[in-house]
């Protein structure tokens, strides 16, 4: 119940395409489900979260979809570029807690 | 945000030693977190540290394996003791400020 499903484990996109990630979770205590992206040799980067009282978020090129009553959220990234090549994490949050539960990653490479 | 600095980045430590990490915060939080992220793999939490009080440790991990000191409100340590080649991973420290986690750039070990 405490696990966070990320998928697919890796993704290969042309550049100026739509990268999609999907997340789904059980848990229907966690309130706060952000993205981070991991550049080799770095530590994660938070690039955009919701809240399950929002069904969409945009920022940038970056998207969040939420749908509460499924348990699913996803990311789409859009007009993918080089530069976007990294690990995406979701993660989920249990309410006042800041304990994160992340899923497994997805390597996703954007091909110029 | 947060500025979050780890020493060492990177060390190459031999089997049954121990190496201490620190993490340097440039402002007061309450709460610090130490992750570990094996080799491709996702994000773990190993405990979470409130200064003036004991680590909070995660299934999994005890407090012999990994000590960890919260002397003040921008400074923490998280010890790897009696490490195995298994311990090789990286261990990210992280804050809260808001309802975000924000991770330093994390602490490299190979353990041989």
């Known amino acids: 119940q405490q696990q966070v499903k990320q998928s697919p484990q890796s993704l290969i996109v042309q550049k100026g395409g739509i990268s999609i990630i999907n997340c789904a979770y059980e848990n229907t205590a966690f309130d706060y489900f952000p993205w981070y992206q991991q550049f080799p040799g770095k530590g994660p980067a938070l690039l955009i979260a919701?809240?399950?009282?929002?069904s969409e978020k945009k920022e940038g090129r970056f998207t969040i979809s939420f749908n509460k009553s499924a348990k699913q959220f996803s990311l789409h990234i859009m007009d993918s570029q080089p530069g976007d090549s990294a690990t995406y994490f979701c993660a989920a949050s249990l309410g006042g807690t800041y304990k994160y539960i992340f899923g497994t990653g997805t390597r996703l490479k954007v091909l110029a | 945000s947060a500025v979050i600095s780890q020493k060492p980045s990177r060390d190459i430590c031999q089997r049954g030693t121990s190496l201490t990490i620190q993490c340097q915060v440039d402002s007061q939080v309450t709460m610090m977190f130490w992750y570990r992220q094996q080799p491709g793999q996702s994000l773990t939490l190993i405990a979470t540290?409130?200064?003036?009080?004991?680590?909070?440790?995660e299934s999994g991990f005890v407090i012999d394996k990994f000590p960890i000191s919260r002397p003040n409100l921008t400074f923490s340590t998280l010890t790897v003791s009696n490490m195995s080649p298994e311990d090789s991973s990286i261990y990210l420290c992280s804050v809260n400020v808001g309802n975000t986690i924000y991770f330093g750039e994390g602490s490299w070990l190979t353990v041989v």
């Open positions: 919701i809240r399950p009282d929002v």
């Open positions: 540290a409130n200064q003036g009080s004991e680590a909070t440790y």
